[in-house]
């Protein structure tokens, strides 16, 4: 039996698992999370990682008879040089969307599957991590439009301090490569890693 575990609490994440037909729980990682790389693939690759690991360490010693399928992810904004989180505030959320309008960024997610299997006498452990960018190009919004975007609240929890997939759909002009990373998890690669394990 394959038990598969998110380590993410974002709603977005699981609609995606949800959407292409994964059963899952979850297990929100909630350790500090420690930068140590300055490349955006490399970020992305490390924060997923620490999040997957977190969890794994809960299932090390659970469900001894099971594989265990542990999903990380984290996705961060890269505007020119500038590295976009989750805004702290309105203001922080104003200031990136300020940035990010009219031009184009990139959307960089890294995943990191941990694979945790019963072997003879010890489990056996695998890891798996990797990063998809997107190409994100921006129509102009005018500071008003910024400001009404922000007051709706649904920037304060994104990456880059928008959705996407919500009300700043009216705003994006064209996109080069996975949709789906931009919401938060490019779930096909996603699939195609475990379609090549056998474990779907």
Do not use: W
Request: glycine share 8%; charged share 25%; with cysteine.
């Amino acid at each position: 039996m394959i038990k598969y575990i998110l380590a993410s609490g974002s709603p977005r994440r699981r609609e995606l698992l949800e959407q292409v037909g994964l059963s899952f729980d979850i297990s929100q990682a909630h350790g500090e999370e420690i930068i140590t790389k300055e490349e955006p693939t490399e970020i992305v690759k490390e924060l997923s990682y620490q999040k997957a690991d977190e969890v794994a360490k809960r299932y090390l010693q659970q469900y001894q008879n099971d594989t265990i399928v542990i999903i990380g992810a984290d996705t961060i904004v890269a505007c020119g040089k500038k590295i976009m989180g989750k805004p702290k505030d309105k203001n922080d959320a104003i200031s990136m969307l300020t940035q990010l309008q009219g031009d184009s960024h990139q959307v960089y997610t890294g995943v990191t599957l941990i694979i945790l299997e019963k072997g003879l006498e010890i489990r056996k452990r695998e890891t798996t991590t990797f990063c998809e960018k997107t190409d994100v190009h921006m129509y102009p919004m005018t500071p008003e439009q910024i400001v009404t975007y922000v007051e709706t609240g649904e920037p304060m929890d994104k990456a880059g301090a928008y959705a996407i997939q919500g009300k700043c759909a009216a705003f994006i002009k064209s996109i080069n490569g996975e949709y789906n990373n931009v919401v938060g998890l490019p779930v096909a690669r996603l699939m195609q890693e475990l379609f090549a394990r056998n474990f779907v």
